[in-house]
């Protein structure tokens, strides 16, 4: 095969940033994907429906406008979320969504949320509403392993919302471990996941290869190849419940190669190009358009999106850096050659 088309996919987990950064990046998403759900880890974080609404139009602002690209917004929520404003955010259009990140869990959610059970009054409303939970999963324990921190949370946080509130509809987050998998496939179909490029290409053997490695640095952290080798079976498996969400995450050379490195890949350039490498390797390149294009329309309950891409089988060499006005970033793939090449909107 020399030529793959599929439907426009979207991104439903993606870090676009603020003020220069955004700028810097936000093209690299916009090429590839028709819509993205945007995270709301900001400094401040948008924890409001006037703070969303600002933030979109600043993406707005700084896209190509001819790449044709829609943000989708999501709340960050914290202890002291408000019923009343998600609410009026989800009726409104704002919200798509809204973010749970467990208080230090990962870059800024300093703001993030202390217990679940804060939020019981939220998580009724988001259930009678409809309004997805997007789940950053993993505990803040410090006596828990960090590499276990994802499973931890299935079983003291996850599991018993979920029994608590049976008709919230949750996108587990960046999955990265077989627990999560089985989790999510034996889930009630109002339980989705979003599987990253980088957790499908690297276990976490790729951090310590040689020395350290702080660009295969991410949250949650990469687990053994048991459980890459699971998820690359969950997405390619055609499994609605699992979808497309890169968590791109860009962070400049300089704040990831420190004493105290930032965790995030940035992987939007090369994203469709990643995806395909690991469809083509399981020989499962017929699912690539339901994984990128369908399963996370149909369970945002959102239109397919009306045009098609293209990706060429041609061989492309990744960027060692990316110069850009903030600082150089690095990006996902770096100085590779990888076989497929993102040819754009089909005309
Ligand atoms: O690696 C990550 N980077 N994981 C997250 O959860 C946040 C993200 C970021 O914002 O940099
Ligand atoms: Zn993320």
New binding site residues.
């Given amino acids: 095969m020399t030529e793959l088309e599929l439907i426009r996919p979207d991104d439903w ?1 993606v ?1 676009l940033r603020d003020g220069e950064l955004l700028k810097a990046v936000v093209d690299h998403t916009a090429r590839q994907f028709a819509r993205a759900i945007v ?1 709301p ?1 900001l400094k401040p974080p948008v924890t409001t429906v006037a703070a969303a609404r600002a933030y979109r139009e600043r993406i707005l602002a700084a896209v190509d406008p001819a790449l044709g690209f829609t943000p989708l917004m999501t709340a960050y929520l914290t202890d002291d979320s408000d019923a009343d404003e998600l609410e009026r955010g989800f009726r409104d259009g704002v919200f798509t969504a809204a973010k749970l990140y467990p208080a230090h869990a ?1 870059t800024n959610s300093a703001a993030g949320v202390t217990d679940i059970r804060r939020l019981d009054r939220v998580l009724d409303r988001m259930q009678s509403l409809g309004m997805p939970l997007l789940v ?1 999963g993993e505990v803040v324990d410090h006596s828990v392993d960090v590499f276990d921190r994802e499973a931890t949370f299935i079983d003291r946080v996850l599991a018993p919302t979920l029994e608590r509130f049976p008709g919230l509809r949750v996108v587990f ?2 999955i990265t471990t077989r627990q999560a998998v089985d989790f999510v496939t034996n889930a009630r179909e109002t339980v989705g996941a979003t599987i990253t490029p980088h957790h499908l290409e690297f276990n976490r053997n790729a951090m310590f290869e040689g020395g350290i490695r702080p660009h295969f640095y991410c949250l949650p952290v990469a687990k053994r190849e048991v459980h890459r080798l699971a998820l690359r079976k969950a997405a390619t498996s055609g499994n609605p419940k699992f979808f497309l969400g890169t ?1 791109s ?1 860009p962070h400049r050379v300089v704040d990831k190669e420190a004493a105290c490195g930032c965790a995030g890949i940035w992987n939007a350039p090369v994203a469709l190009e990643s995806y395909a490498k690991t469809f083509e390797e399981e020989g499962a390149l017929d699912k690539l358009e339901a994984f990128a294009s369908l399963h996370g329309p149909r369970f945002y309950r959102l239109p397919v999106n009306g045009t098609r891409v293209r990706l060429s089988r041609t061989s492309t060499h990744v960027p060692e850096r990316y110069t850009l006005a903030p600082g150089d970033i690095v990006p996902f793939h770096a100085g590779k050659q990888l076989a497929w090449r993102y040819a754009g909107v089909v005309r």
Wanted: net charge negative; aromatic share 0%; glycine share 0%.
């Fill in positions: 987990h870090h995270m880890n990962t950053h987050e960046h968590d995450a």
